[in-house]
């Protein structure tokens, strides 16, 4: 069994083709089989600079390694062997028609079909010759009278009409050859057993299909995976910023993402949710691939990013590597032992990754009282509370008191009642003092973690 990813460098990954290439390395692995990279750059018009480099480079950051690398553009002269052999059998024919003929063709009236009209493919002898020098593609004569039929992995049974299929073309005047027939000729040489790629492409298996029979060849085993669509159930569009794979790394665990991509359009036997890499290879299964579209939640993969932030936050790892980088770019020097006390105390109100640094910025920086910020937790303080005043007398108190979370919410308690104030006004005065932001962890965890010192100081701070 052996697989492969084939795309593009029209653009960068997206959401739907790390599924693709996710589905086809875990099927390859599972079978102790080879996944191919294979660069499909044979429209050389629309190839977008540094795609293909961005695309080795995204598979290697989610540690789906190829065991092989194609690029199509590098094997013209085996498709050119091959579109000889078809012309040879006569599976092929010459089309020297131009460009305005073609597109008189497509405004003329249907009757039921509006592919190529066959017209070079009936040209006498000496037109061919009087043609010989001029610019020609090569067309696949599609073979009349018999449907095309095939038994496609997570559709079943798939039937279409030949009367649907127009004579592609197969090789362009630029002498490089088109998708259809450079996917083909390069599944059949590479060994592909199983093609898994998205639900557009099953238009093209009939195509595919007859180029394989012209050929003489057994056709590989087809599945076509679910379309993806954004929660409103329209089509995920590979340029909306929720599909982009390079828009979601800065903010995501790659095995989070990975995680959440095995979750669109397949599912497990059990309950589980939580799986990492070697776990996928180990339970992946086609049959359990689903007809349905599949739904991109933002939400469901914050959760799946979540439960991975978990299992990864630990003393030397990598992400705890990566949180002190972040934080080094913020100017605050942390050793990695302190910085693990602070980060597991906030990663359970952590969703992505971008939002480490301004929860852990409390327990370092000073906060900045004049900030809008800061102004919008004041301003939610009654305004017959002196903060000044309560703050400096807060400071007092604290004094006195052991730095742990009960000591200090004890505390929090009895000056309320002295001074006949609601706790929570108390709490946010102190909040805004301490932190000068809303959003943080429980403010007795904060409070016992930077300590008494740190926080007297910055409650006599202006």
């Known amino acids: 069994m052996t697989t492969r990813f084939a795309p593009s460098p029209t653009g960068f990954m997206h959401l739907g083709s790390l599924r693709t290439s996710l589905f086809n390395f875990l099927l390859a692995k599972q079978h102790q089989k080879q996944f191919i990279l294979r660069i499909e750059d044979t429209d050389q018009t629309r190839l977008v600079p540094k795609a293909k480099e961005s695309i080795i480079s995204t598979l290697d950051w989610f540690k789906l390694k190829p065991d092989q690398l194609y690029v199509q553009s590098r094997r013209l002269a085996i498709y050119k062997q091959h579109v000889d052999m078809l012309l040879e059998k006569g599976h092929a024919y010459k089309c020297y028609c131009t460009p305005e003929r073609l597109e008189r063709l497509r405004k003329l009236p249907t009757r039921g079909f509006n592919g190529y009209d066959r017209y070079c493919l009936r040209l006498p002898e000496e037109e061919r010759?009087?043609?010989?020098?001029?610019?020609?593609?090569?067309?696949?004569?599609?073979?009349?009278?018999?449907?095309?039929?095939?038994t496609d992995l997570v559709h079943g049974p798939v039937s279409f009409s030949y009367k649907s299929l127009d004579d592609l073309i197969i090789m362009k005047s630029d002498g490089y050859p088109t998708y259809h027939l450079a996917n083909v000729v390069d599944d059949h040489l590479m060994g592909i057993t199983h093609v898994l790629r998205g639900d557009e492409w099953i238009s093209s298996t009939p195509k595919h299909i007859l180029l394989y029979q012209a050929f003489g060849w057994q056709p590989p085993q087809f599945a076509h995976l679910p379309l993806l669509i954004n929660k409103g159930g329209a089509k995920l569009s590979k340029r909306s910023k929720d599909a982009s794979v390079s828009d979601l790394q800065d903010r995501f665990l790659p095995e989070a993402l990975l995680n959440f991509c095995a979750f669109l359009g397949w599912s497990p036997q059990s309950t589980r949710e939580f799986y990492r890499l070697d776990d996928l290879i180990k339970e992946f299964n086609i049959s359990h691939l689903s007809k349905s579209p599949s739904v991109v939640s933002m939400d469901r993969l914050e959760y799946f990013n979540k439960l991975h932030i978990a299992d990864q936050l630990k003393p030397g790892s990598k992400l705890l590597q990566d949180i002190q980088k972040q934080l080094q770019h913020m100017g605050i020097q942390v050793d990695q032992d302190h910085l693990f006390i602070y980060a597991d105390a906030v990663k359970d109100r952590v969703r992505t990754l971008d939002q480490f640094p301004k929860l852990l910025k409390p327990f370092f920086v000073d906060p900045d009282l004049e900030s809008d910020e800061a102004q919008k937790l004041l301003k939610s303080i009654p305004t017959e509370i002196d903060v000044k005043q309560l703050a400096f007398d807060l400071s007092v108190g604290l004094q006195d008191v052991d730095f742990e979370q009960d000591k200090i919410k004890g505390f929090v308690n009895q000056v309320a009642e002295t001074k006949k104030m609601q706790y929570s006004s108390i709490m946010k005065t102190l909040r805004y003092k301490i932190?000068?932001?809303?959003?943080?962890?429980?403010?007795?965890?904060t409070m016992e973690l930077i300590g008494k010192e740190t926080t007297i100081k910055r409650l006599h701070s202006v």
């Open 435 to 445: 932190c000068g932001t809303s959003v943080g962890i429980d403010l007795l965890k």
């Open 129 to 150: 010759i009087k043609n010989k020098d001029l610019p020609y593609t090569v067309r696949f004569k599609v073979p009349r009278g018999k449907n095309v039929e095939y």
